[in-house]
C-alpha cells in the first residue's frame, strides 16, 4: 500500500492528483541515444510538444508545478508556467537516472557493447547501468520529493511533475506499491505526454498513463 511521506496512507476524500510530465523532444531522443543526466535542450519540435501540451495541462488548473533542474524538463514546465502564472519549484532529485559510461550512447551501441547487462536490466533485476543508479535509487530520490509537494495541496488540488521518462515510471512504480521487478511493466512515455495518478482510501491509483497523444514511438532512455 502506498504511504505518504510522514507514513501515513493517504485518507479518503482528499481527491488530489499528480500528473507527471515527461519532456518534449530532444535531439538524443530522437537519435536513440541515452541522455540520463546529461544536460540537453529541447528540439524545435520540443518545444512545440510543450507548448501544446501545457495548453491542454493549463486546461486541469493545477495548483502547482515541480520539475528536473535540467533544461529539456524545465524548459517544457516554463511553457505550462506562461500559461498558469504558477512559479515552478526546480529540483535536482527528479532528474532522469545517472547511467554512468551508458550516457551518451545510442541503444545499438548500448547492445553491442552492454548486451549482458541490458539484459539483465529488462529481466527486472537490479542493474547499475553503465555504472550508474539503480532504478530504486532514482526512486528513494524522487518519491519523497513528490509526496512532499502533494501533501501541500488543497483537497481535489492537482500537482504538476516534469520530469524524464525513466524517473517518472520509478516514481510512479514507488508510489503505487509495486514490486520493483514489475516497474517494467509499466510502458514508457512519448514526449510530453503523462501520467495521471488519484488519490483513493487504498493509496495512489494510476488513472491514466501516456495520455495526450494518439499512440506514438517512445523515444528515450526507457524503450
Not at 12 to 23: E, F, K
Amino acid at each position: 500500500m502506498a504511504v505518504s511521506a510522514s507514513g501515513q496512507v493517504p485518507g479518503p476524500g482528499r481527491g488530489r492528483r499528480v500528473i507527471l510530465w515527461r519532456h518534449g523532444q530532444t535531439s538524443w531522443n530522437v537519435e536513440r541515444r541515452f541522455q540520463g543526466s546529461t544536460d540537453v535542450e529541447l528540439t524545435e519540435t520540443g518545444v512545440a510538444q510543450a507548448r501544446r501540451a501545457a495548453r491542454l495541462l493549463a486546461g486541469l488548473k493545477p495548483d502547482a508545478i515541480i520539475a528536473s533542474d535540467l533544461k529539456r524538463a524545465a524548459h517544457t514546465a516554463a511553457e505550462l508556467a506562461a500559461l498558469t502564472g504558477l512559479e515552478p519549484v526546480y529540483d535536482e532529485a527528479l532528474r532522469e537516472t545517472y547511467a554512468g559510461v551508458w550516457q551518451g550512447l545510442t541503444h545499438d551501441e548500448i547492445i553491442a557493447r552492454y548486451g549482458d547487462e541490458y539484459t539483465a536490466w529488462k529481466l527486472g533485476e537490479p542493474v547499475r547501468r553503465g555504472g550508474g543508479e539503480l532504478e530504486t535509487e532514482v526512486a528513494d530520490r524522487a518519491a519523497p520529493v513528490v509526496l512532499r509537494h502533494t501533501e501541500k495541496l488543497p483537497d481535489g488540488g492537482t500537482l504538476v511533475v516534469v520530469s524524464h521518462g525513466g524517473t517518472i515510471r520509478t516514481t510512479i512504480g514507488r508510489l503505487l506499491g509495486l514490486d520493483p521487478r514489475n516497474w517494467e511493466g509499466l510502458g514508457g512515455l512519448t514526449n510530453c505526454c503523462w501520467s495521471v495518478l488519484g488519490e483513493g482510501a487504498r493509496g495512489w491509483r494510476l488513472l491514466e498513463h501516456n495520455a495526450g497523444t494518439l499512440p506514438e514511438p517512445v523515444l528515450g532512455d526507457d524503450d
